[in-house]
């Protein structure tokens, strides 16, 4: 099985669209309305100039070279050295480790060259897989919906 992050690009933008657009998955934060193609685009544009000039860095995750999610970083906050945690498989890639190898790599990724520490990401306590994903990725649970991961 081969895993990888990349960041997003032009030729991801119906991908994003589909899944940012698709409302069974406004309720898992990354996206809470309608997407425009503008608005897709500006992402992508966003996504660019890095996390360092923005707030916020999208990656596709890729099963075997098949688009299979998104990963994101938003809420980026220099000073603290933090950002937040968003991700999605898409239903006919779960339950093969996938989720689990993204968040691996973006924690590495966040460490190694970004330089953020602490990452949290906000879960619903219905949301069983992923609840075991962030604890099993060492995020603890500090309140209510928050789980906050801290590098060492
Ligand atoms: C959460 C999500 C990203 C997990 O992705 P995945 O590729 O299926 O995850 P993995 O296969 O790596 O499994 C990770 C853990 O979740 C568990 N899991 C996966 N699917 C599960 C399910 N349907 N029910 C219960 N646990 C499940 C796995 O068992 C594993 O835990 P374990 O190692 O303790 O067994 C995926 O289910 C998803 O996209 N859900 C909708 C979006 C979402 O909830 N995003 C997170 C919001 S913060």
Do not use: P
Request: proline fraction near 0%.
């Amino acid at each position: 099985m081969s895993v990888k992050i990349r960041e997003i690009d032009h030729e991801d933008l119906n991908f994003m669209l589909k899944i940012e657009n698709d409302k069974s998955n406004w309720k898992y934060g990354i996206n809470k309305s309608e997407l425009s193609f503008e608005d897709a685009l500006n992402y992508v544009k966003q996504s660019k100039l890095m996390i360092l000039n923005n707030d916020n860095q999208r990656f596709v995750i890729e099963y075997n070279n098949i688009k299979a999610g998104l990963i994101d970083l938003y809420d980026y906050q220099f000073q603290n050295s933090f950002a937040k945690v968003g991700i999605i498989v898409l239903k006919k890639f779960r339950g093969k480790g996938v989720g689990d190898k993204s968040l691996k790599l973006l924690l590495e990724f966040c460490k190694n060259y970004l330089n953020i520490n602490y990452l949290e990401s906000e879960i619903e306590k219905s949301n069983q897989s992923s609840i075991n994903l962030f604890v099993n990725n060492n995020f603890k649970n500090i309140s209510g919906n928050k789980y906050v991961h801290q590098a060492i």
